[in-house]
């Protein structure tokens, strides 16, 4: 078993570290790393080589060359630099290259080199320029910090949401300080920086003066400082040459290792596994590695070729040019496997040299083992294995893997373009379409309608044909990203396949193709969606245009007609104008004449422009009405004029009967004549006005006058409900004989009401009047009909 552990390198009695090699590097670069600017991007990704930087012994007229590669050292990108110089490059979660000038712009880029979008760190920073910058992740997001030639810091913990933080000054810094920090300590960014002998933290309030617990006597200067992976370590290292370890909080010292090296290092980054106990750090000079814990001893290793340490959640990578390598601690659980003379169950197995195979064939053998681990393991494996590959190069571990999750492995795959991967790890783990496949093949059809070397309709189809019905994929979408390309045609030709109309809608508006919009809205029936496009339309055309657009549309009309009736009345009759819709016209300046005129001039001004449109549109019949209104209306001003009270709009009806109430009974009846009311309708609106006003002399001298032509029943109806028998009576004697038990009925005298009925030998009669027959009052009535039925019978 010595070829298992040859590597492995002992730190104190508890621990084992191994440094072994991931890929052998084959990217050809004719620098050394110390000559250029390195950012590589955690959980095995990218890394970012800017050459020739600024520096004095180069030509100026050299442009420099921004290089991406893959953990394996597949060229991703290559592009000559083009803007200012760059103090740091970094790169974000989501595996965008941030790009701090001296000038204090951000520039971010794409894993392919694509430029995405550029911010500012302020105003101030442009004046003083930058002479330092950190990249650091938080649980918010990717943070840039910054530090100016007026020495004081400004930092951002979210570049996705730019909020930028001017911190505390430092008390009689003149210079820069000798190492620096950010820390994040209670989900808030702070500045840990060095200035000789001291230490200073820096929050959004104060500058507070911080002291290691348990440091070394003789300090006078801080070289170097690293924070662990999960901000909850630092690492400090002095002049000289101790290496201080604690909590992050500077509340606690863990260790401190004399390395016995006074210079300074090149870098100094922690390395430590997921809950463990064990605690290193990890030391890099030109031409030494050093490891350093808790123990008296340290791990050393010699470096052939300029190296660069990259810290991760459970070890550190190495790369220089022609490897790169990962340290790590060794588990507890490959300890137990492989130290000499073990008899835990894995040795055991190991012992087999079939670990694999007896796994599987033992766990048949054993009661209620689930075997769903087992299964998940294994898959995780072989997904891990996969990745790993020289042509992928994420060099993932089991422990990052889970930590990333596999839905970002997903995206950073897509990111890379290795669509036919990702389906097949998508398929191998049966992710649900809408997570796994789908979602991938969205962001193929995305990156497809980029290949501007391809014709629209070639794309198009293509797109189709991959992606069909698929659930989850949204076309509107791959349309957007295609309008975004400047591929506007293509982008219309993904809206047809398109099912939903609420998509394609709002993208068509903002391609300017309103037109088709307003087509597609009708289609789906979705009042809203129209009236989402006619406003639209209506403020990018000219009225016009605009008025054309809707005739050759009826349903948008309609619901355009519509909207104008509540929200704009002048539009509307320029719409009734247009299409010369006289009748409607006249309609509406007859609601225009009781809505918005005041004036009695100006409402019969509005009757006759109505009147003329009735008569345009040949309808006679609202003409003439209308010309009535405006006669009524005259008189009605008329009348308030000469007899005071309110007449103005009051309907012809309510006029007489206004009139009869006020006792100008001749005026009622020549506007009766006037206006041609009917004799019955205008003896009905007498007899109700005499009868409301009580006046029964004048109503008995009424009925009088002449032959009632509504008859006298509805006297006798009127005055019992105005609860006057007394002068119901009076017109009970007078009704005609058809109606004459009713009448008797009303005023209550249902004996005579009998007797009628039964002269008249009207069963209908007799039924009614034996209906109002109660109790022993009408008692001997009842049994009068009764014998009046049955002598009809015998009959």
């Known amino acids: 078993m010595d070829c298992y552990t040859a590597n492995w390198n002992p730190l104190g009695d508890s621990a084992f570290y191994r440094k072994y090699e991931l890929y052998s590097m084959d990217w050809d670069l004719k620098e ?97 320029r930058v002479l330092d910058a950190r990249i650091f992740h938080t649980e918010f997001g990717s943070g840039v910090a910054i530090l100016t030639g007026a020495h004081r810091f400004t930092l951002s913990a979210n570049v996705g949401d730019l909020k930028l933080r001017r911190m505390p000054e430092v008390p009689g810094l003149q210079s820069a300080p000798s190492c620096w920090t950010v820390l994040c300590q209670d989900r808030v960014a702070h500045i840990l920086l060095a200035v000789g002998p001291d230490l200073y933290l820096l929050d959004h309030a104060a500058c507070s003066a911080v002291t290691p617990p348990g440091l070394a006597p003789g300090v006078s200067s801080f070289l170097q400082m690293a924070v662990s992976f999960t901000y ?61 814990g808790d123990a008296p001893e340290s791990i050393q290793f010699v470096l052939d070729e300029d190296s660069y340490l990259v810290p991760e959640l459970d070890g550190v990578r190495i790369f220089s040019r022609s490897t790169h390598e990962f340290l790590h601690e060794v588990p507890a659980a490959s300890e137990e496997i492989f130290k000499i003379a073990s008899m835990a169950p894995g040795a055991l197995l190991l012992e087999a040299q079939k670990e694999y195979e007896a796994a599987s064939f033992g766990k048949c053998f054993l009661d209620r083992f689930p075997p769903d681990s087992f299964v998940h393991m294994c898959q995780d494996l072989r997904v891990l294995n996969a990745v790993r590959d020289y042509h992928i190069g994420i060099p993932l571990t089991y422990s990052q893997y889970k930590q990333l999750t596999i839905q970002v492995l997903l995206d950073r795959l897509v990111l890379r373009r290795l669509y036919p991967l990702a389906i097949q790890i998508c398929e191998y783990l049966r992710l649900p379409e809408v997570q796994g496949v789908s979602r991938i093949l969205a962001h193929w059809a995305c990156y497809k309608v980029q290949q501007k070397d391809v014709s629209d309709e070639d794309v198009a189809r293509a797109i189709n044909q991959k992606l069909g019905d698929t659930p989850g994929v949204s076309y509107s979408d791959i349309a957007a990203r295609a309008y975004g390309c400047g591929r506007t045609e293509l982008a219309i030709k993904l809206l047809e396949y398109e099912p939903r109309s609420g998509e394609q809608v709002p993208l068509l508006l903002k391609m300017k193709r309103s037109k088709l919009a307003l087509s597609k809205a009708i289609e789906s029936g979705d009042t809203d969606l129209v009236f989402t496009v006619l406003l639209h339309l209506k403020n990018e055309l000219n009225r016009g245009d605009f008025f054309m657009t809707l005739r050759n549309q009826p349903m948008a009309l309609s619901l355009y007609r519509q909207f104008c009736k509540h929200q704009e009345l002048e539009t509307l009759k320029d719409l009734y104008n247009q299409d010369d819709n006289h009748q409607e016209l006249g309609s509406f300046h007859i609601r225009a004449s009781y809505a918005a005129e005041e004036r009695i001039e100006g409402r019969v001004a509005a009757l006759q422009t109505a009147a003329d449109a009735f008569y345009k549109a040949k309808n006679e019949f609202a003409a003439k009405a209308t010309e009535d209104q405006m006669r009524l209306l005259r008189l009605q001003r008329r009348l308030e004029d000469e007899l005071g009270g309110q007449f103005l709009d009051l309907s012809l009806h309510d006029t007489v009967t206004t009139l009869i109430l006020g006792g100008h009974n001749k005026r009622a009846e020549q506007l009766a004549r006037d206006f041609r009311i009917p004799d019955k309708r205008l003896w009905w609106l007498k007899l109700t006005a005499l009868a409301d006003l009580e006046d029964w002399e004048e109503l008995e001298k009424f009925s009088k006058s002449k032959k009632s032509p509504i008859g006298y029943l509805p006297f006798v109806e009127i005055c019992m409900k105005q609860h006057n028998k007394y002068e119901a009576k009076k017109y009970a004697s007078r009704v005609g004989p058809e109606q004459k038990v009713k009448a008797l009925l009303l005023v209550g005298d249902v004996a005579q009401a009998a007797d009628v009925a039964i002269e008249h030998r009207n069963e209908a009669e007799l039924s009614l009047v034996l209906s109002h027959c109660t109790g022993a009052t009408d008692g001997a009535t009842a049994d009068k009909i009764q014998r009046a039925r049955a002598q009809a019978q015998k009959k």
């Open 32 to 128: 050394e790393l110390r000559d250029c600017l390195v950012a590589a991007a955690p959980y095995g990704g990218p890394i970012a080589l800017l050459r020739n930087p600024w520096r004095k012994e180069k030509a100026a007229s050299v442009r420099p060359v921004l290089d991406i590669y893959s953990a394996s050292g597949m060229p991703l990108a290559s592009l000559l630099w083009k803007s200012g110089p760059v103090v740091s490059l970094g790169w974000s979660a989501e595996e965008e290259l941030l790009c701090v000038q001296e000038d204090g712009a951000v520039l971010v880029y794409g894993l392919h080199g694509d430029f995405r979008r550029h911010f500012s760190m302020g105003n101030e920073v442009l004046q003083n």
């Open 232 to 292: 909850r370590h630092l690492a400090l290292f002095t002049d000289t040459g101790y290496i201080w370890m604690g909590t992050a909080s500077l509340k606690e010292k863990l260790c401190e290792f004399n390395c016995n090296i006074r210079a300074p290092p090149k870098q100094m980054v922690w390395c430590s596994r997921p809950r463990s106990k064990e605690r290193a750090v990890v030391v890099a000079w030109e031409r030494r590695l050093m490891v350093v």
